[in-house]
């Protein structure tokens, strides 16, 4: 059983060493199921971090930006003998976009890279569990590898959407 709990408050303990948090009151059912599982060894794992930005989603999102480029590149990339999906075109750039120490990979429950096992190939970490951070340095990675390779990607200028090669609008 796992209880995952986000911004929860620290209380102290008197000691830096022991560690103790606030369970919320629509959550107390759940942590008292798991204390009980977890007797007689009363032992659990914990993951402590500061709490993170989720990448935005939503309209001119983090998320629309990355998927847009996707599928303007998916669009340039296809041909009429081979068609090309947005999400191919997304996991080819986060795997690219991993082996330049531009994206994550996917971890399991332990914290260890999670390796597919036919090609013995590193999963890259989903968008959706990205922070702010992360979905900007694949944003990033995206624009670069696109100008690198001579394609263009719609960006927003002055509330338009436009056509950029390498970082500028072409003139027509």
């Given amino acids: 059983m796992k209880l995952e709990l986000v911004h ?3 209380l102290s303990a008197g000691s830096p060493r022991i560690v103790s948090f606030e369970i919320p009151l629509s959550r107390a059912a759940e942590y ?3 204390v009980k599982k977890g007797l007689p060894v009363d032992r659990y794992d914990l993951r402590i971090e500061t709490p993170r930005k989720k990448r935005s989603t939503g309209f001119r999102s983090q998320n629309s930006h990355s998927h ?5 590149i998916a669009e340039q990339l ?9 999400e191919e075109i997304a996991r080819a750039l986060k795997l690219m976009a991993m082996k330049e120490g531009y994206w994550p990979p996917k971890m399991n429950r332990q914290g260890e890279a999670i390796v597919d096992p036919i090609t ?5 970490m989903s968008e959706a569990d ?5 979905a900007a340095q694949l944003i990033e990675f995206i624009h670069a590898w696109a100008d690198s390779n001579g394609l263009w990607l719609t960006e927003y ?3 338009e959407p436009r ?3 390498g970082g500028a609008v072409r003139q027509a």
């Fill in 8 to 10: 929860v408050r620290r």
């Fill in 163 to 165: 056509r950029v090669y």
């Fill in 78 to 86: 296809s041909t009429p003998d081979i068609e090309y999906s947005p």
């Fill in 32 to 34: 008292a199921e798991l």
């Fill in 157 to 159: 200028i002055n509330e």
């Fill in 120 to 124: 013995k190939a590193l999963e890259p």
């Fill in 130 to 134: 990205a922070d702010t951070a992360q």
């Fill in 68 to 72: 847009g480029h996707y599928a303007d």
